[in-house]
């Protein structure tokens, strides 16, 4: 049997959850499915998985030997796309991953020109803040703040993503303005909702970052909804400029200086446009990122 084969169909039988998911996926019978993996235990002379009639279930082996041929197989994916497409124009599936926020704010309002001038490329576009593996997703290229990529992802910096204290001038008419960050225990503040954990505020004192004891009037990933609060004079909120700069330029929204600002941590944080490096000579790649790369880019000079 042919091994890259049966390597495919153990990874899609993980992903799927079933032999008959993965031959379907495939276009392969479920027979046959079963076949490349019972031959690929074997051959490797150990067991991959537990099969049950309700769920599969990796071996430790198994979990090991799956993290390999996803590399693998992306790979040789990566190889041949590369051949087929090195010199034709750009076109086929882009897959992008963005953070929801960023999306609607930044990225969106240039998405009809980007169809317009590579009507050949088709978008696939995951709208969320979860921080995906770029192999295993298959994505093309994502945008993510504060990412620190892997030796194998280039990261074009795109703008800073380092949040500052924002608030409404209804908001400030209804609470008063804050002279320190101690005064905050007496505002309604938002919390912003990550991946990984909920986003709390904190200071800098002797180069150590001390979380503030705040209670949140509101804690949620939108950051639409954050805006909403504060247009409605209801929240405080730590944002980064990109997301506040048009709404400050109208006199909407104020930026507040402190002796000591709140913030989410001692670094100084980016937005990032990620990517595999070998994968800029595909068009359809090279043609996004220097497009993206393009509108998207912010120097400090930009911004109120």
């Excluded at 086929?92 to 926020?101: A, F, R």
């Excluded at 930044?106 to 088709?122: A, C, T, V």
């Excluded at 770029?134 to 620190?148: K, V």
């Amino acid at each position: 049997m042919d091994k890259l084969k049966a390597m495919e169909v153990f990874v899609t039988t993980i992903q799927c959850g079933s032999i008959s998911g993965a031959a379907k996926q495939l276009r392969l019978p479920v027979s046959s499915a079963s076949r490349h993996l019972s031959w690929l235990e074997e051959t490797l002379g150990s067991e991959l998985m537990k099969r049950s009639t309700r769920a599969i279930k990796l071996t430790e082996v198994g979990q090991a030997y799956l993290t390999q041929s996803q590399r693998a197989l992306e790979q040789i994916r990566q190889a041949e796309e590369l051949v087929q497409t090195y010199q034709h124009t750009p076109s086929g599936i882009l897959k992008i991953s963005c953070m929801s926020h960023y999306f609607e704010n930044q990225m969106l309002p240039h998405l009809n020109e980007f169809e317009s001038l590579y009507p050949d490329i088709r978008l696939d576009i995951d709208v969320s803040d979860k921080v995906n593996d770029l192999a295993q997703a298959e994505i093309d290229i994502a945008i993510r703040g504060g990412y620190m990529p892997e030796e194998r992802i280039h990261a074009r910096w795109l703008c800073d993503n380092t949040p500052h204290l924002c608030a409404s001038r209804r908001y400030l008419d209804r609470f008063g303005m804050p002279a320190s960050h101690e005064e905050l225990h007496q505002h309604q503040v938002a919390f912003y909702r990550g991946p990984n954990q909920i986003l709390r505020w904190g200071v800098v004192q002797q180069e150590q970052w001390m979380a503030m004891n705040l209670t949140p009037y509101v804690v949620t990933n939108s950051g639409r909804y954050i805006r909403e609060l504060m247009m409605a004079g209801k929240v405080m909120a730590l944002l980064p400029d990109w997301s506040t700069q048009a709404d400050r330029e109208k006199g909407d929204l104020v930026k507040i200086d402190l002796p000591q600002p709140a913030c989410l941590s001692t670094e100084k944080l980016g937005i990032y446009l990620l990517y595999y490096k070998p994968r800029y000579q595909v068009p359809k790649i090279r043609a996004a990122v220097d497009f993206f790369t393009q509108k998207l880019i912010t120097r400090p000079d930009d911004t109120l």
